[in-house]
């Protein structure tokens, strides 16, 4: 299910970044990308939830 894939790669994404937060610093490019990288999963984890929970709305 496409949901819980998001799930697992924003997981993986949370661990990267507090490895690479922990290795470059916190304001380095790296750690940057690597937050809005996280971000991204996110904001599309939000919308595909609201887009089901609408759906589910409308039965």
Do not use: P, V, W
């Not at 971000?39 to 929970?53: G, H, M, T």
């Amino acid at each position: 299910m496409y949901i819980n894939k998001l799930k697992e790669e924003i997981e993986k994404k949370k661990l990267e970044l507090i490895k690479t937060a922990n290795a470059s610093g916190m304001t380095s490019k790296k750690t940057l990308n690597c937050s809005r990288e996280l971000d991204l999963l996110i904001i599309r984890f939000q919308r595909y939830s609201l887009l089901k929970y609408r759906s589910l709305d409308n039965i």
